[in-house]
């Protein structure tokens, strides 16, 4: 019997320490999903490319790499605060990490034992920009999963971990790791194990060092409105 487990992570945003202690609570794994969204709004956006490069993950564009790998366009969409976290995080990467992150794809198709995985930051309509929030992709999973021709299908965007199984198939959203937004201000992350193409997903919920994530961006300049959210989870 052989079976695998996959960490799925989505809006790490910056958030070493979070990432940090993520990486420390799974443990062990066999690859990494990243469903977008690794810079923006955080401090650390260079140590968190560097961080994430090293697990060789499966990964997609979100928004916010958007912003900061082009510097232009996409930002008139963002409000000012996270337009400031864009522009900020967009001096602390080097020529190589802005790179690496301008080239990720929009769409991810994986082929995992057998399973049918498809990864959008926002949804398999509009990949980028399109929230899925859980009400809705309880609703209409059915026709998300069909659009996608999954069996496994991983959003990220809206920073709200959700699991929803129809049949034998799953829609999904690990949450954010570093900006969670369901009121709980744990980072959050899923896993999923894969055996004899059945499919178990996990969400998990993590400690970290807010104040140390907070000092952080104090020091970088960040917006005040943006550490504060970190210690509600909103
Ligand atoms: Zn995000």
């Known amino acids: 019997m052989y079976s695998i487990k996959i960490l799925v992570l989505s809006d790490i945003h910056s958030n070493f320490i979070a990432l940090e202690a993520v990486l420390k609570d799974a443990e062990s794994y066999d690859a990494v999903i990243c469903a977008g969204d690794i810079v923006g709004y955080g401090p650390d956006p260079g140590d968190s490319v560097e961080r994430l490069k090293e697990l060789n993950p499966k990964a997609v564009l979100g928004n916010h790499d958007v912003g900061v790998t082009t510097g232009h366009g996409p930002v008139s969409n ?130 970290y060092d807010i104040q140390e994530t907070e000092e952080r961006m104090r020091a970088k300049g960040l917006p005040e409105v943006l550490y504060k959210r970190l210690y509600i989870g909103r």
């Open 78 to 207: 963002f409000n000012v605060y996270a337009a400031t976290a864009v522009n900020i995080n967009r001096r602390l990467l080097n020529q190589a990490q802005l790179k690496w992150l301008g080239r990720l794809p929009e769409t991810l198709k994986l082929d995992l034992m057998g399973v049918k995985v498809s990864v959008f930051h926002g949804s398999p309509y509009h990949p980028i920009w399109e929230y899925i929030f859980p009400q809705e992709a309880k609703l209409r999973a059915r026709e998300f999963l069909e659009a996608a021709k999954s069996d496994l299908l991983i959003l990220g965007h809206t920073h709200v971990p959700f699991i929803h199984r129809l049949d034998k198939r799953i829609l999904a959203n690990p949450g954010s790791v570093g900006q969670p937004r369901d009121g709980d201000p744990r980072a959050s992350y899923m896993t999923i194990e894969i055996e004899d193409e059945e499919i178990e997903t996990f969400n998990h919920r993590v400690r």
